[in-house]
């Protein structure tokens, strides 16, 4: 029994290294959606003050570089509170567009205007938003996740641009709370917990050298 109980504190200090990660990508994840939630507020004031006479709906493409959807589904939500209805994806032409460009021949920011096109045979739909989702990450030094956009709204019928956020940025701090249990992972952190141990030592030392018998 004695020898189980030596191995105790070893296993919880084992458990807790594989568990921390875990929390931390957690963490992470949720920072991202935050700042992809800033990002999509900020492009649908924008989108919001639009305003195009032929264009009644619009249907939304996936974002490039959206793996989750996250920004995708955001953005839908946030296309519901400008001044055109959006469409749904009910109509088998839209899936076969969608496989054409999924992620197909170099697109980048920017979808040719005969694919844009395409789109116009879709009943109802009137121009497209597409766009990408440039890159998210979490700085470090900076206790922060950051995601980057652009946005563009396209006429089908004439396949050209309308309207284009341009690069927006949108960012979520992480949480004390969060930043404070794992510390290690951030440098700034990291380095107010070194001064601030520096400084209770210094103290202690103090307070013992002031105590000692003259």
């Given at each position: 029994m004695e020898n189980?109980?030596?191995?105790?504190?070893?296993?919880?200090?084992?458990?807790?290294?594989?568990?921390?990660?875990l929390a931390a990508r957690a963490d992470d994840a949720e920072a991202l959606q935050r700042a992809a939630?800033?990002?999509?507020?900020?492009?649908?004031?924008?989108?919001?003050?639009?305003?195009?006479?032929?264009?009644k709906t619009l249907a939304i493409v996936p974002l490039r570089g959206d793996t989750?959807?996250?920004?995708?589904?955001?953005?839908?939500?946030?296309?519901?509170?400008?001044?055109?209805?959006?469409?749904?994806?009910?109509?088998?032409?839209?899936?076969?567009?969608?496989?054409?460009?999924?992620?197909?021949v170099r697109r980048e920011d920017v979808m040719d205007p005969a694919t844009v096109q395409k789109f116009g045979k879709i009943a109802g739909v009137d121009a497209i938003l597409y766009g990408r989702v440039w890159g998210d990450r979490i700085n470090m030094w900076g206790l922060r996740a950051e995601t980057k956009l652009t946005v563009t709204l396209a006429d089908v019928e004439t396949g050209q641009e309308l309207w284009s956020s341009g690069p927006v940025t949108g960012a979520a701090y992480i949480h004390w709370s969060d930043a404070l249990v794992q510390f290690w992972r951030y440098p700034l952190v990291l380095l107010g917990v070194i001064v601030a141990l520096a400084v209770v030592i210094a103290i202690v030392r103090a307070i013992r050298h002031a105590m000692r018998p003259l």
């Amino acid at each position: 029994m004695e020898n189980v109980k030596r191995f105790i504190p070893a296993l919880l200090a084992v458990a807790f290294i594989m568990l921390v990660p875990l929390a931390a990508r957690a963490d992470d994840a949720e920072a991202l959606q935050r700042a992809a939630d800033s990002a999509i507020a900020k492009i649908a004031d924008g989108l919001a003050k639009t305003k195009f006479a032929n264009v009644k709906t619009l249907a939304i493409v996936p974002l490039r570089g959206d793996t989750d959807g996250y920004a995708t589904s955001g953005l839908r939500s946030a296309a519901t509170k400008s001044s055109y209805a959006l469409f749904t994806r009910d109509d088998p032409t839209w899936d076969m567009l969608l496989g054409e460009i999924e992620w197909g021949v170099r697109r980048e920011d920017v979808m040719d205007p005969a694919t844009v096109q395409k789109f116009g045979k879709i009943a109802g739909v009137d121009a497209i938003l597409y766009g990408r989702v440039w890159g998210d990450r979490i700085n470090m030094w900076g206790l922060r996740a950051e995601t980057k956009l652009t946005v563009t709204l396209a006429d089908v019928e004439t396949g050209q641009e309308l309207w284009s956020s341009g690069p927006v940025t949108g960012a979520a701090y992480i949480h004390w709370s969060d930043a404070l249990v794992q510390f290690w992972r951030y440098p700034l952190v990291l380095l107010g917990v070194i001064v601030a141990l520096a400084v209770v030592i210094a103290i202690v030392r103090a307070i013992r050298h002031a105590m000692r018998p003259l």
